[in-house]
Protein backbone atom coordinates (compact mmCIF):
# COMPACT_ATOMS: atom_id res chain seq x y z
CA UNK A 1 0.00 0.00 0.00
CA UNK A 2 1.45 3.81 -0.62
CA UNK A 3 0.94 5.73 1.73
CA UNK A 4 1.04 9.81 0.97
CA UNK A 5 3.58 11.96 2.09
CA UNK A 6 1.19 13.57 4.60
CA UNK A 7 0.32 10.32 6.00
CA UNK A 8 3.58 9.52 6.89
CA UNK A 9 4.28 12.94 8.65
CA UNK A 10 1.62 12.35 10.85
CA UNK A 11 2.01 8.72 11.36
CA UNK A 12 5.96 9.50 12.40
CA UNK A 13 4.00 12.61 14.44
CA UNK A 14 1.78 10.00 16.66
CA UNK A 15 4.74 8.48 17.13
CA UNK A 16 6.33 11.43 18.71
CA UNK A 17 3.44 12.19 20.34
CA UNK A 18 3.19 8.75 21.89
CA UNK A 19 -0.66 8.24 21.05
CA UNK A 20 -1.02 6.24 17.59
CA UNK A 21 -4.67 6.70 17.85
CA UNK A 22 -4.48 10.36 17.71
CA UNK A 23 -7.19 11.82 15.54
CA UNK A 24 -5.78 14.16 12.62
CA UNK A 25 -8.40 17.50 13.49
CA UNK A 26 -7.64 17.46 17.63
CA UNK A 27 -6.43 20.48 18.77
CA UNK A 28 -2.99 19.89 20.59
CA UNK A 29 -3.23 23.14 22.42
CA UNK A 30 -6.47 22.32 23.95
CA UNK A 31 -6.26 18.66 24.55
CA UNK A 32 -2.86 19.66 26.66
CA UNK A 33 -1.50 17.63 24.42
CA UNK A 34 1.50 20.27 23.74
CA UNK A 35 2.80 22.66 26.60
CA UNK A 36 5.89 25.14 26.05
CA UNK A 37 8.05 22.46 26.56
CA UNK A 38 6.90 19.35 24.68
CA UNK A 39 6.14 22.51 21.59
CA UNK A 40 9.43 22.59 21.15
CA UNK A 41 10.84 19.26 21.77
CA UNK A 42 8.61 18.68 19.08
CA UNK A 43 10.17 21.31 16.81
CA UNK A 44 13.44 19.83 16.95
CA UNK A 45 12.16 16.60 16.24
CA UNK A 46 10.63 18.28 13.19
CA UNK A 47 14.06 20.00 12.08
CA UNK A 48 15.66 16.80 12.35
CA UNK A 49 13.27 14.64 10.75
CA UNK A 50 12.23 16.19 8.09
CA UNK A 51 15.20 18.42 7.56
CA UNK A 52 13.82 21.89 7.73
CA UNK A 53 14.10 25.02 9.36
CA UNK A 54 11.76 25.99 11.86
CA UNK A 55 11.38 29.79 12.87
CA UNK A 56 10.13 31.62 15.70
CA UNK A 57 7.61 33.12 13.71
CA UNK A 58 6.55 30.04 12.08
CA UNK A 59 5.47 28.65 15.96
CA UNK A 60 1.83 29.76 15.79
CA UNK A 61 -1.33 28.21 16.90
CA UNK A 62 -2.26 27.97 13.34
CA UNK A 63 0.14 25.98 11.78
CA UNK A 64 0.71 23.36 14.83
CA UNK A 65 -3.19 23.04 16.07
CA UNK A 66 -3.73 19.49 14.88
CA UNK A 67 -1.35 16.49 13.17
CA UNK A 68 -3.24 18.18 10.01
CA UNK A 69 -1.82 21.42 10.29
CA UNK A 70 1.54 20.09 11.34
CA UNK A 71 1.78 17.89 8.06
CA UNK A 72 0.72 20.90 6.09
CA UNK A 73 3.23 22.99 7.06
CA UNK A 74 6.02 20.50 7.15
CA UNK A 75 4.72 19.77 3.33
CA UNK A 76 4.94 23.49 2.67
CA UNK A 77 8.12 23.36 3.88
CA UNK A 78 9.22 20.46 2.30
CA UNK A 79 8.68 22.08 -0.95
CA UNK A 80 10.13 25.08 0.08
CA UNK A 81 13.27 23.35 0.00
CA UNK A 82 12.96 21.60 -3.22
CA UNK A 83 11.83 24.96 -5.28
CA UNK A 84 14.96 26.37 -3.78
CA UNK A 85 17.66 23.73 -5.11
CA UNK B 1 8.30 50.64 60.80
CA UNK B 2 11.35 47.68 60.87
CA UNK B 3 11.13 45.20 58.74
CA UNK B 4 10.82 42.55 61.19
CA UNK B 5 7.33 43.56 62.55
CA UNK B 6 5.37 43.69 59.16
CA UNK B 7 3.53 41.18 57.81
CA UNK B 8 2.00 40.51 53.88
CA UNK B 9 -0.98 43.13 54.82
CA UNK B 10 0.60 45.63 56.31
CA UNK B 11 3.40 45.61 53.25
CA UNK B 12 0.45 45.74 50.25
CA UNK B 13 -0.94 48.58 52.00
CA UNK B 14 2.52 50.26 52.73
CA UNK B 15 3.71 49.89 49.10
CA UNK B 16 0.37 50.84 47.84
CA UNK B 17 0.82 54.32 49.55
CA UNK B 18 4.67 54.68 48.81
CA UNK B 19 3.70 53.74 44.88
CA UNK B 20 0.41 54.51 44.49
CA UNK B 21 -0.14 55.00 40.57
CA UNK B 22 3.27 53.35 39.67
CA UNK B 23 2.27 50.36 37.66
CA UNK B 24 3.26 47.01 39.37
CA UNK B 25 1.34 44.45 37.34
CA UNK B 26 0.85 43.50 33.47
CA UNK B 27 -1.33 40.02 31.97
CA UNK B 28 0.59 39.45 29.54
CA UNK B 29 -2.44 37.41 28.05
CA UNK B 30 -5.66 40.07 28.34
CA UNK B 31 -3.27 43.47 28.28
CA UNK B 32 -4.55 44.37 31.80
CA UNK B 33 -2.46 46.74 33.94
CA UNK B 34 -2.96 47.25 37.56
CA UNK B 35 -1.26 50.13 39.56
CA UNK B 36 0.35 49.39 42.80
CA UNK B 37 -2.85 51.12 43.99
CA UNK B 38 -4.82 48.72 42.38
CA UNK B 39 -3.24 46.12 43.22
CA UNK B 40 -3.66 46.33 46.94
CA UNK B 41 -7.39 47.33 46.17
CA UNK B 42 -7.78 43.86 44.76
CA UNK B 43 -6.60 42.03 47.67
CA UNK B 44 -8.83 43.79 50.20
CA UNK B 45 -11.96 43.33 48.03
CA UNK B 46 -11.14 39.27 48.02
CA UNK B 47 -9.75 39.56 51.93
CA UNK B 48 -13.56 40.74 52.15
CA UNK B 49 -14.87 38.73 50.26
CA UNK B 50 -13.16 35.82 52.20
CA UNK B 51 -14.31 37.18 55.39
CA UNK B 52 -17.68 37.31 54.43
CA UNK B 53 -17.77 33.53 53.63
CA UNK B 54 -16.82 33.34 57.12
CA UNK B 55 -13.24 32.63 56.48
CA UNK B 56 -11.21 33.02 59.68
CA UNK B 57 -7.14 33.55 60.63
CA UNK B 58 -5.17 30.37 59.77
CA UNK B 59 -7.97 28.96 58.00
CA UNK B 60 -6.69 26.91 54.74
CA UNK B 61 -7.72 28.11 51.37
CA UNK B 62 -6.71 26.22 48.48
CA UNK B 63 -5.59 28.07 45.15
CA UNK B 64 -5.86 25.66 42.14
CA UNK B 65 -5.22 28.20 39.08
CA UNK B 66 -2.80 28.96 36.56
CA UNK B 67 -0.68 32.04 36.17
CA UNK B 68 -3.71 34.83 36.20
CA UNK B 69 -4.66 37.70 37.70
CA UNK B 70 -6.75 35.51 40.00
CA UNK B 71 -4.06 33.89 41.04
CA UNK B 72 -2.45 36.80 42.42
CA UNK B 73 -6.17 38.26 43.46
CA UNK B 74 -6.34 34.89 45.67
CA UNK B 75 -3.01 34.30 46.95
CA UNK B 76 -2.63 37.93 48.39
CA UNK B 77 -6.65 38.21 49.37
CA UNK B 78 -6.13 35.28 50.92
CA UNK B 79 -3.29 36.08 52.57
CA UNK B 80 -4.52 39.82 54.04
CA UNK B 81 -7.61 37.76 55.24
CA UNK B 82 -5.45 35.66 58.10
CA UNK B 83 -5.76 32.90 56.07
CA UNK B 84 -3.16 30.38 54.91
CA UNK B 85 -2.75 29.76 51.03
CA UNK B 86 -2.18 26.19 49.49
CA UNK B 87 -1.11 26.68 46.37
CA UNK B 88 -1.66 23.64 43.89
CA UNK B 89 -0.04 22.76 40.97
CA UNK B 90 -3.01 22.95 37.96
CA UNK B 91 -1.35 19.83 36.28
CA UNK B 92 -2.04 17.32 39.30
CA UNK B 93 -5.14 14.73 38.88
CA UNK B 94 -7.77 14.89 40.94
CA UNK B 95 -6.40 12.18 43.01
CA UNK B 96 -3.52 14.29 44.15
CA UNK B 97 -5.52 17.56 44.57
CA UNK B 98 -7.89 15.50 47.48
CA UNK B 99 -5.06 14.26 49.26
CA UNK B 100 -3.60 17.84 49.27
CA UNK B 101 -6.99 19.36 50.33
CA UNK B 102 -7.48 16.73 53.01
CA UNK B 103 -4.09 16.97 54.24
CA UNK B 104 -4.14 20.90 54.44
CA UNK B 105 -7.51 20.84 55.93
CA UNK B 106 -8.56 23.30 53.67
CA UNK B 107 -11.77 25.27 53.66
CA UNK B 108 -12.32 27.21 50.76
CA UNK B 109 -10.99 26.20 47.11
CA UNK B 110 -10.44 29.07 44.48
CA UNK B 111 -10.39 27.59 41.07
CA UNK B 112 -11.62 27.43 37.62
CA UNK B 113 -15.10 25.33 36.77
CA UNK B 114 -13.75 22.07 34.98
CA UNK B 115 -11.75 21.25 38.17
CA UNK B 116 -14.56 22.05 40.82
CA UNK B 117 -16.68 19.84 39.13
CA UNK B 118 -14.09 16.94 39.85
CA UNK B 119 -13.39 18.36 43.28
CA UNK B 120 -17.24 18.18 43.87
CA UNK B 121 -17.25 14.06 43.84
CA UNK B 122 -14.33 14.13 46.99
CA UNK B 123 -15.17 12.16 49.83
CA UNK B 124 -17.55 14.87 51.83
CA UNK B 125 -17.28 13.38 54.98
CA UNK B 126 -13.41 13.22 55.93
CA UNK B 127 -13.23 17.31 54.65
CA UNK B 128 -13.58 20.54 56.13
CA UNK B 129 -14.04 21.94 52.73
CA UNK B 130 -16.47 24.31 52.98
CA UNK B 131 -16.82 26.22 49.62
CA UNK B 132 -16.04 26.41 46.25
CA UNK B 133 -14.88 29.75 44.88
CA UNK B 134 -14.74 29.99 41.23
CA UNK B 135 -12.13 32.34 39.58
CA UNK B 136 -14.59 34.29 37.68
CA UNK B 137 -16.23 35.20 41.36
CA UNK B 138 -12.88 36.70 42.07
CA UNK B 139 -13.12 38.95 38.79
CA UNK B 140 -16.52 40.51 39.53
CA UNK B 141 -14.84 42.46 42.39
CA UNK B 142 -11.31 42.93 41.20
CA UNK B 143 -11.48 46.45 40.82
CA UNK B 144 -13.70 47.86 43.17
CA UNK B 145 -12.36 50.23 45.49
CA UNK B 146 -12.98 48.87 49.29
CA UNK B 147 -11.62 49.91 52.98
CA UNK B 148 -10.33 46.02 54.77
CA UNK B 149 -13.47 44.37 56.23
CA UNK B 150 -13.53 45.03 60.05
CA UNK B 151 -13.11 41.31 60.72
CA UNK B 152 -9.83 41.38 59.63
CA UNK B 153 -7.77 39.55 62.19
CA UNK B 154 -4.43 40.90 63.68
CA UNK B 155 -1.40 38.98 62.24
CA UNK B 156 1.73 38.25 63.45
CA UNK B 157 4.95 37.81 61.29
CA UNK B 158 5.42 34.80 62.71
CA UNK B 159 1.69 33.78 61.70
CA UNK B 160 1.59 31.11 58.68
CA UNK B 161 1.15 32.50 55.47
CA UNK B 162 1.79 29.34 52.95
CA UNK B 163 1.56 25.69 52.80
CA UNK B 164 3.58 25.01 49.66
CA UNK B 165 3.26 21.05 49.33
CA UNK B 166 6.69 19.67 48.15
CA UNK B 167 5.95 15.83 47.41
CA UNK B 168 4.18 12.90 48.64
CA UNK B 169 0.96 13.62 46.83
CA UNK B 170 0.16 10.09 46.44
CA UNK B 171 0.38 9.20 49.80
CA UNK B 172 2.38 10.94 52.63
CA UNK B 173 1.82 14.49 51.82
CA UNK B 174 4.70 17.04 52.76
CA UNK B 175 3.54 20.48 53.05
CA UNK B 176 6.45 23.39 54.06
CA UNK B 177 4.95 25.87 56.05
CA UNK B 178 5.81 29.30 55.53
CA UNK B 179 5.01 32.42 57.96
CA UNK B 180 5.02 36.02 56.54
CA UNK B 181 8.10 36.92 57.59
CA UNK B 182 9.60 34.21 56.01
CA UNK B 183 8.53 35.54 52.70
CA UNK B 184 9.11 38.99 53.52
CA UNK B 185 12.68 38.51 54.28
CA UNK B 186 13.63 36.25 51.30
CA UNK B 187 11.94 38.65 49.04
CA UNK B 188 13.39 41.25 50.54
CA UNK B 189 17.11 39.95 50.70
CA UNK B 190 16.58 38.61 46.83
CA UNK B 191 15.94 42.21 46.07
CA UNK B 192 18.97 43.78 47.94
CA UNK B 193 21.24 40.91 46.45
CA UNK B 194 20.05 42.08 43.16
CA UNK B 195 19.38 45.71 43.66
CA UNK B 196 16.29 45.52 41.59
CA UNK B 197 15.12 48.65 42.68
CA UNK B 198 12.05 49.72 39.75
CA UNK B 199 13.39 46.72 37.52
CA UNK B 200 10.72 44.90 35.47
CA UNK B 201 10.59 41.33 35.93
CA UNK B 202 9.18 39.03 33.49
CA UNK B 203 7.29 35.65 35.40
CA UNK B 204 7.63 32.52 33.09
CA UNK B 205 7.59 29.96 35.98
CA UNK B 206 4.42 28.85 37.47
CA UNK B 207 3.19 30.98 40.26
CA UNK B 208 2.42 27.65 42.47
CA UNK B 209 5.86 27.29 42.44
CA UNK B 210 8.17 29.20 45.30
CA UNK B 211 10.30 30.73 42.69
CA UNK B 212 7.30 32.17 40.48
CA UNK B 213 6.01 33.77 44.16
CA UNK B 214 8.80 35.26 45.74
CA UNK B 215 11.22 36.61 43.00
CA UNK B 216 8.68 37.01 40.48
CA UNK B 217 6.40 38.98 42.27
CA UNK B 218 6.85 39.08 46.00
CA UNK B 219 10.52 40.68 45.33
CA UNK B 220 9.47 43.41 43.09
CA UNK B 221 6.70 44.21 45.27
CA UNK B 222 8.92 45.38 47.57
CA UNK B 223 11.66 46.63 45.57
CA UNK B 224 9.33 49.02 43.80
CA UNK B 225 9.39 47.24 40.48
CA UNK B 226 7.23 45.84 38.55
CA UNK B 227 5.87 42.28 37.31
CA UNK B 228 4.88 41.04 33.52
CA UNK B 229 2.65 37.90 33.63
CA UNK B 230 2.72 34.84 31.72
CA UNK B 231 0.97 32.13 31.19
CA UNK B 232 3.17 29.44 32.47
CA UNK B 233 1.14 26.47 30.56
CA UNK B 234 0.64 28.48 27.26
CA UNK B 235 2.16 25.85 24.89
CA UNK B 236 3.14 29.37 22.90
CA UNK B 237 4.69 31.03 25.60
CA UNK B 238 8.38 30.19 24.70
CA UNK B 239 7.96 31.27 21.25
CA UNK B 240 6.39 34.93 21.55
CA UNK B 241 9.34 34.82 24.95
CA UNK B 242 11.92 37.20 22.71
CA UNK B 243 8.72 39.51 21.53
CA UNK B 244 7.62 40.27 25.14
CA UNK B 245 10.67 41.24 26.62
CA UNK B 246 11.36 43.72 23.56
CA UNK B 247 7.21 44.69 23.95
CA UNK B 248 7.05 45.34 27.54
CA UNK B 249 11.25 46.32 28.11
CA UNK B 250 11.76 43.62 30.49
CA UNK B 251 14.93 43.64 32.61
CA UNK B 252 15.02 40.86 34.42
CA UNK B 253 13.70 37.68 33.64
CA UNK B 254 13.90 34.13 36.12
CA UNK B 255 13.94 30.55 34.58
CA UNK B 256 15.27 26.82 35.03
CA UNK B 257 17.94 25.43 32.88
CA UNK B 258 15.72 23.86 30.72
CA UNK B 259 14.60 26.88 29.42
CA UNK B 260 17.79 28.16 28.25
CA UNK B 261 18.13 25.01 26.44
CA UNK B 262 14.76 25.58 24.44
CA UNK B 263 15.54 28.94 23.85
CA UNK B 264 19.36 28.11 22.45
CA UNK B 265 17.20 25.66 19.87
CA UNK B 266 14.66 27.74 18.68
CA UNK B 267 16.20 30.82 15.78
CA UNK B 268 14.01 33.48 14.40
CA UNK B 269 14.35 35.37 10.92
CA UNK B 270 14.32 39.12 12.71
CA UNK B 271 16.83 40.25 15.10
CA UNK B 272 14.64 41.37 18.17
CA UNK B 273 15.92 44.20 20.45
CA UNK B 274 16.85 42.62 24.30
CA UNK B 275 18.41 46.52 25.52
CA UNK B 276 16.44 46.51 28.15
CA UNK B 277 17.31 42.99 28.94
CA UNK B 278 20.02 43.36 32.29
CA UNK B 279 20.66 39.40 33.25
CA UNK B 280 18.73 36.46 33.71
CA UNK B 281 17.87 34.41 37.01
CA UNK B 282 18.71 31.06 36.69
CA UNK B 283 17.33 28.31 39.35
CA UNK B 284 15.49 25.09 40.40
CA UNK B 285 17.79 22.79 38.94
CA UNK B 286 22.16 22.63 38.24
CA UNK B 287 23.13 24.85 35.55
CA UNK B 288 26.12 23.67 33.87
CA UNK B 289 28.95 26.44 32.78
CA UNK B 290 28.21 24.93 29.34
CA UNK B 291 24.84 26.00 29.02
CA UNK B 292 25.56 29.02 30.61
CA UNK B 293 28.10 29.94 28.56
CA UNK B 294 26.53 29.00 25.27
CA UNK B 295 23.32 31.36 26.65
CA UNK B 296 25.50 34.70 27.96
CA UNK B 297 27.48 34.67 23.81
CA UNK B 298 24.77 33.90 21.75
CA UNK B 299 22.21 36.29 23.29
CA UNK B 300 24.52 38.61 24.93
CA UNK B 301 23.24 38.17 28.19
CA UNK B 302 24.38 37.80 31.69
CA UNK B 303 22.99 34.82 33.69
CA UNK B 304 23.34 35.02 37.25
CA UNK B 305 22.60 31.46 39.32
CA UNK B 306 20.93 30.88 42.50
CA UNK B 307 20.08 28.18 44.36
CA UNK B 308 17.40 27.36 46.99
CA UNK B 309 14.92 24.96 48.28
CA UNK B 310 11.04 25.80 49.16
CA UNK B 311 12.38 24.54 52.94
CA UNK B 312 13.81 27.94 52.61
CA UNK B 313 11.26 29.86 51.12
CA UNK B 314 13.00 30.01 47.83
CA UNK B 315 16.46 31.61 47.71
CA UNK B 316 19.41 30.71 50.08
CA UNK B 317 22.89 31.75 47.93
CA UNK B 318 23.12 33.97 44.91
CA UNK B 319 25.57 35.84 42.31
CA UNK B 320 24.60 39.08 41.71
CA UNK B 321 25.23 41.73 38.77
CA UNK B 322 29.19 42.75 40.27
CA UNK B 323 29.70 39.15 42.11
CA UNK B 324 28.94 36.69 39.51
CA UNK B 325 31.25 33.84 40.08
CA UNK B 326 30.02 31.29 37.06
CA UNK B 327 29.86 27.30 38.01
CA UNK B 328 29.10 29.10 41.90
CA UNK B 329 25.76 29.50 43.14
CA UNK B 330 26.69 32.27 44.42
CA UNK B 331 27.07 33.62 47.96
CA UNK B 332 24.69 33.32 50.85
CA UNK B 333 21.55 35.82 51.02
CA UNK B 334 21.78 38.39 53.76
CA UNK B 335 19.82 36.38 56.15
CA UNK B 336 21.57 33.81 55.69
CA UNK B 337 24.08 31.62 56.97
CA UNK B 338 25.62 28.36 55.12
CA UNK B 339 27.73 25.79 56.77
CA UNK B 340 28.70 22.84 54.82
CA UNK B 341 28.95 19.97 57.20
CA UNK B 342 29.65 16.37 57.56
CA UNK B 343 27.46 14.01 58.36
CA UNK B 344 27.96 14.43 62.15
CA UNK B 345 26.86 18.20 61.38
CA UNK B 346 30.20 19.45 62.32
CA UNK B 347 31.55 22.18 59.64
CA UNK B 348 34.60 20.70 57.18
CA UNK B 349 37.19 23.14 55.99
CA UNK B 350 37.20 25.24 52.53
CA UNK B 351 37.21 23.50 49.30
CA UNK B 352 35.95 20.49 51.16
CA UNK B 353 32.52 18.69 50.62
CA UNK B 354 29.97 18.21 52.57
CA UNK B 355 25.82 18.95 53.26
CA UNK B 356 24.79 22.19 52.51
CA UNK B 357 23.34 23.09 55.95
CA UNK B 358 21.42 26.98 55.95
CA UNK B 359 20.14 28.94 59.08
CA UNK B 360 18.42 32.58 58.68
CA UNK B 361 15.02 33.66 58.79
CA UNK B 362 14.23 31.82 55.56
CA UNK B 363 13.50 28.61 57.25
CA UNK B 364 10.25 27.27 57.11
CA UNK B 365 8.38 26.80 60.34
CA UNK B 366 8.62 23.21 59.52
CA UNK B 367 6.59 20.20 57.47
CA UNK B 368 2.71 20.71 58.33
CA UNK B 369 1.36 18.09 60.82
CA UNK B 370 4.68 16.17 60.83
CA UNK B 371 6.87 17.42 63.19
CA UNK B 372 8.76 13.89 63.51
CA UNK B 373 9.68 15.03 59.26
CA UNK B 374 10.91 18.83 60.56
CA UNK B 375 13.04 17.02 63.16
CA UNK B 376 14.77 15.11 60.83
CA UNK B 377 15.52 18.02 58.41
CA UNK B 378 15.88 21.17 60.84
CA UNK B 379 18.35 20.11 63.71
CA UNK B 380 19.71 22.78 66.04
CA UNK B 381 18.07 25.26 64.23
CA UNK B 382 20.35 24.27 60.71
CA UNK B 383 18.07 23.33 57.96
CA UNK B 384 19.56 20.36 56.21
CA UNK B 385 19.10 20.50 52.47
CA UNK B 386 20.23 17.32 51.37
CA UNK B 387 22.23 18.98 48.79
CA UNK B 388 26.19 18.45 48.63
CA UNK B 389 28.39 21.38 47.78
CA UNK B 390 31.97 23.13 48.91
CA UNK B 391 33.07 26.43 49.41
CA UNK B 392 35.58 28.32 47.93
CA UNK B 393 38.13 31.02 50.03
CA UNK B 394 35.76 34.11 49.11
CA UNK B 395 33.03 32.36 50.65
CA UNK B 396 30.89 31.50 47.44
CA UNK B 397 29.23 28.32 47.23
CA UNK B 398 29.69 25.32 44.97
CA UNK B 399 26.75 22.61 44.40
CA UNK B 400 27.90 19.35 43.50
CA UNK B 401 25.46 16.72 43.79
CA UNK B 402 22.34 15.21 46.03
CA UNK B 403 22.16 12.94 48.90
CA UNK B 404 18.35 13.02 49.03
CA UNK B 405 16.32 10.84 46.92
CA UNK B 406 14.42 13.37 44.46
CA UNK B 407 14.68 14.14 40.31
CA UNK B 408 14.99 17.42 39.06
CA UNK B 409 13.44 16.98 35.72
CA UNK B 410 13.16 20.91 34.00
CA UNK B 411 13.52 22.43 37.79
CA UNK B 412 10.17 20.48 38.22
CA UNK B 413 11.36 18.39 41.79
CA UNK B 414 9.65 14.92 41.53
CA UNK B 415 10.08 12.77 43.88
CA UNK B 416 10.61 8.49 42.99
CA UNK B 417 8.48 7.33 45.93
CA UNK B 418 4.81 9.19 44.46
CA UNK B 419 5.74 7.75 41.06
CA UNK B 420 6.80 4.24 42.77
CA UNK B 421 3.00 4.65 44.58
CA UNK B 422 1.37 5.15 41.62
CA UNK B 423 3.27 2.61 39.50
CA UNK B 424 3.22 -0.25 42.09
CA UNK B 425 -1.09 0.38 42.31
CA UNK B 426 -0.76 -1.63 38.78
CA UNK B 427 -2.41 -4.78 38.79
CA UNK B 428 0.42 -6.65 37.19
CA UNK B 429 3.15 -4.91 38.89
CA UNK B 430 5.19 -6.53 41.36
CA UNK B 431 8.03 -4.07 42.40
CA UNK B 432 8.63 -1.03 40.71
CA UNK B 433 11.72 1.58 41.51
CA UNK B 434 12.16 4.74 40.02
CA UNK B 435 15.32 6.80 39.16
CA UNK B 436 16.61 9.62 37.38
CA UNK B 437 18.96 9.82 33.94
CA UNK B 438 20.55 11.80 32.27
CA UNK B 439 18.86 14.03 29.96
CA UNK B 440 20.43 16.66 27.73
CA UNK B 441 17.22 18.90 27.45
CA UNK B 442 15.46 18.26 31.28
CA UNK B 443 18.65 17.91 33.17
CA UNK B 444 17.24 14.92 34.26
CA UNK B 445 14.48 12.55 33.41
CA UNK B 446 12.61 9.70 35.02
CA UNK B 447 13.21 6.03 34.10
CA UNK B 448 11.03 2.84 36.19
CA UNK B 449 12.31 -0.25 36.72
CA UNK B 450 9.41 -2.61 37.21
CA UNK B 451 9.41 -6.34 38.10
CA UNK B 452 5.90 -8.05 36.97
CA UNK B 453 4.00 -10.18 39.03
CA UNK B 454 4.28 -13.88 38.02
CA UNK B 455 2.27 -14.81 34.85
CA UNK B 456 1.97 -11.12 33.32
CA UNK B 457 3.84 -12.05 30.21
CA UNK B 458 1.81 -9.73 28.05
CA UNK B 459 1.76 -6.32 29.70
CA UNK B 460 4.41 -3.91 27.88
CA UNK B 461 5.89 -0.38 29.36
CA UNK B 462 3.34 1.40 26.85
CA UNK B 463 0.63 -0.59 29.03
CA UNK B 464 2.59 1.31 32.01
CA UNK B 465 3.48 4.25 30.57
CA UNK B 466 -0.96 4.64 29.81
CA UNK B 467 -1.35 3.45 33.13
CA UNK B 468 1.18 6.28 34.45
CA UNK B 469 -0.58 8.92 32.28
CA UNK B 470 -4.13 8.72 34.09
CA UNK B 471 -2.90 8.74 37.18
CA UNK B 472 0.16 10.94 37.12
CA UNK B 473 0.55 14.90 35.70
CA UNK B 474 2.36 13.86 32.26
CA UNK B 475 5.20 15.83 33.23
CA UNK B 476 6.25 13.34 35.93
CA UNK B 477 5.92 9.85 33.80
CA UNK B 478 9.08 7.96 33.16
CA UNK B 479 10.83 8.60 29.70
CA UNK B 480 11.55 4.84 29.91
CA UNK B 481 10.48 2.23 31.72
CA UNK B 482 12.19 -1.45 31.50
CA UNK B 483 10.97 -4.58 32.67
CA UNK B 484 13.48 -6.09 34.44
CA UNK B 485 13.49 -9.69 36.56
CA UNK B 486 14.21 -8.65 40.08
CA UNK B 487 15.20 -5.18 41.70
CA UNK B 488 18.90 -5.17 43.78
CA UNK B 489 18.23 -4.64 47.65
CA UNK B 490 21.19 -5.05 49.85
CA UNK B 491 20.22 -7.37 52.92
CA UNK B 492 17.80 -5.18 54.74
CA UNK B 493 15.43 -4.49 51.70
CA UNK B 494 17.28 -1.63 50.67
CA UNK B 495 17.05 -1.10 46.55
CA UNK B 496 20.63 -1.28 45.52
CA UNK B 497 19.90 1.98 42.95
CA UNK B 498 23.43 2.24 41.43
CA UNK B 499 23.48 -1.68 40.64
CA UNK B 500 20.83 -0.68 38.33
CA UNK B 501 21.62 0.01 34.59
CA UNK B 502 20.33 3.47 33.71
Known amino acids: ?85 | MPMETITMDLLLQKQAENFSDRQFLFFQATGEVFTYQEFNDMSINVANLLLEMGVTKGDKVGVLLPNSIEFLAAYFGAIRAGAVVVPLNPSLKDLEIINILLHSNAKVLISNLPVLNGIRRMDQSSSELKHLLRADQLRDGIKRNHTMSTKAPEIMPEDPALILYTSGTTGDPKGVVLTHWNLISNATDIATALNLGSDRIMCILPLHHTNGQIINVLSPLISGGSVVLCDAYNALSLPTFWESIEKYEVNVIDMVPTVLTMLLRLRSKRKTSLDSLKYIICGAAPLTLELQKQFEERFNCLVIQEYGLTEGTCVSTINSLSNNKRGSIGLPLKSNRIKIANDQGVEVNVGEIGEILIRGDNVMKGYFKRPDLTNQIIINGWLHTGDLGKTDQDGYVYILGRKKDIIIKGGENIYPIDLENVIGGHPSVSECVVVGIPDEIYGENVKAYIVLKEGQVNVTPKNILSFCKGKLPLFWCPAIIEIVKFIPRTASGKVIKRALNP
Open chain 1, 1 to 85: MVISRSESIKMQLREQLSDKELDDTVDLFESQMLDSLSLIELVTFLEEKFAIEVFIEDITKENFRSLNTIADYVNTKLEENISSI
